[in-house]
Structure formats: structure tokens, C-alpha cells
């Protein structure tokens, strides 16, 4: 940070500024949708290479033909699919996203996602 007088600091541990477009969609994603009735849906999806390669909602399994390339813009990520099958998101961190999908299992609604973590 920088002060009027031209004096700068930084503070350690800290946070740091990052516009939306350098997040990374790529990934596992464990989800929680159905924002209409409190979000207790689970949901996963993976985004490989940009597409989207995967899609579950609680038991059920999207019926899609994988991979879906998603359309990127300023952090954010869509796709439409065949019968209403549609998802779009924002990327609010490196690991966190949220947004809204129609797709079997899944409702038509609201839904939020931390990426998850491999070791």
C-alpha cells in the first residue's frame, strides 16, 4: 500500500489484490446447490482444460455429452447444454465459486463451490 505522501508498506500475511481473471476454473469442484431450499444439495463438477468434464447433482449424473467447452469472460464461466441444461459461475477466489445451474438433481437455482484440494 502506498500513501498519499509516496511512503509504502506492506503488511505480511496480508491480503493481496487479484482481478477475477487470473482465477483458474480448472479443477474438482465440491458444490453445494439448490439455493431455494437451503443448499442441501450436493453437487460436484470438473473443469479440465476449460471444459466442463463432469456434472453431478446428489445422485444423479447430468446427461450430457462431456466435454462442454465453457464460455470465459472476467472470471466468470457458462455453458448451455440440451433440455435447459445450463450452468454459470464467478470465481470469487482461487478456491471459492458460485452461481447458478438447471440441471437434473440439481434445481433450478442458486449454488456454491470450494475447490477441492489433491495431496
Not at 500513501?3 to 496480508?14: I, S, W
Request: with cysteine; net charge negative; proline share 6%.
Amino acid at each position: 500500500m502506498t500513501n498519499p505522501g509516496g511512503h509504502a508498506a506492506t503488511l505480511a500475511g496480508g491480503y493481496t489484490f487479484a482481478p477475477p481473471d487470473v482465477f483458474d476454473a480448472n479443477g474438482d469442484w465440491i458444490a453445494h446447490a439448490d439455493g431455494s431450499n437451503h443448499y442441501l444439495t450436493d453437487m460436484r463438477f470438473t473443469i479440465q482444460n476449460n471444459a466442463l468434464i463432469a456434472l453431478s447433482c446428489g445422485s444423479e449424473v447430468a446427461p450430457v455429452t462431456m466435454p462442454i467447452p465453457l464460455a470465459m469472460q472476467n472470471g466468470g464461466f457458462s455453458f448451455s447444454g440440451v433440455n435447459g441444461l445450463s450452468m454459470s459461475g464467478k470465481l470469487d477466489s482461487m478456491t471459492t465459486s458460485e452461481g447458478r445451474v438447471n440441471a437434473p438433481g440439481c434445481g433450478d437455482g442458486g449454488w456454491w463451490a470450494d475447490k477441492s484440494v489433491r495431496y
